[in-house]
């Protein structure tokens, strides 16, 4: 069965980095893009960034744009979001997500990154 | 990316059928049938119910159907049961090549 497991989260401060990671099992991983969505604390869901399955194709999030990069490494079944510039409104969960018929089919369990000084 | 409009709450008694909307705009709804809707239990991960407006995944009852007309797209749940309490979210694809959630409603069983 379909497997994301995300990691990587914690706390860091305004103005610096981390790089959360989600490895995929259970399906042929070079088959399908990837999503990255985050939950702030107390506000909905929203869309972050996205893969196609041969990294030719990536779009992000207006306000994470030349901020974030998401990635993938084949030889690992993985998917990054390296985040640089972080901000305190940055605080959330981040699921990654198996992109499948332009909607995000399975999740991960989720990592929190907070942004605090 | 405005996000797409939901009613903050609906609710219902066991039972009975609710429908949620979902509210865009051309560039996203009304553009393409890539509409897809969630279900959230607070503290769990959330689970894909309905994709290109109207399709169910294996696995997910065949009490929760989706629709859409121009801008607007629903979310229908039928014989509605306590188990059915959780937010709901829709998203969709959009022409900037992005995809952009609802605000969310939270489903309450009477």
């Known amino acids: 069965q379909v497997q994301l497991v995300e990691s990587g989260g914690g706390v860091v401060q305004p103005g610096g980095s981390l790089r959360i990671s989600c490895a995929a099992s259970?399906?042929?991983?070079?088959?399908?893009?990837m999503h990255w969505v985050r939950q702030a604390p107390g506000t909905g869901l929203e869309w972050v960034a996205f893969?196609?399955?041969?990294?030719?194709?990536?779009n992000y999030l207006d306000s994470v744009k030349g901020r974030f990069t998401i990635s993938r490494d084949t030889s690992k079944n993985t998917v990054y979001l390296q985040m640089n510039s972080l901000r305190s409104d940055d605080t959330a969960v981040y699921y990654c997500?198996?992109?499948?018929?332009?909607?995000?089919?399975?999740w991960g369990q989720g990592t929190l990154v907070t942004v605090s000084s | 990316q405005s996000a797409l409009t939901q009613p903050a709450s609906v609710s219902g008694s066991p039972g009975q059928s609710i429908t949620i909307s979902c509210t865009g705009t051309?560039?996203?709804?009304?553009?393409?049938?890539?509409l897809s809707w969630y279900q959230h239990h607070p503290g769990k991960v959330p689970k894909l119910m309905i994709y290109?407006?109207?399709n169910r995944p294996s696995g997910v009852s065949s009490r929760f159907s989706g629709s859409k007309s121009g801008n607007t797209a629903s979310l229908t749940i039928s014989g509605l049961q306590a188990e059915d309490e959780a937010d709901y979210y829709c998203?969709?694809?959009?022409?900037?090549?992005?995809?952009?959630f609802g605000t969310g409603t939270k489903v309450t069983v009477l």
């Open positions: 997500t198996k992109a499948e018929w332009f909607a995000f089919a399975y």
């Open positions: 259970g399906y042929t991983f070079t088959d399908h893009g």
């Open positions: 893969i196609n399955f041969d990294e030719t194709k990536k």
């Open positions: 051309r560039s996203d709804i009304g553009g393409y049938n890539y």
């Open positions: 290109e407006v109207s």
């Open positions: 998203t969709s694809y959009t022409t900037s090549g992005t995809w952009v």
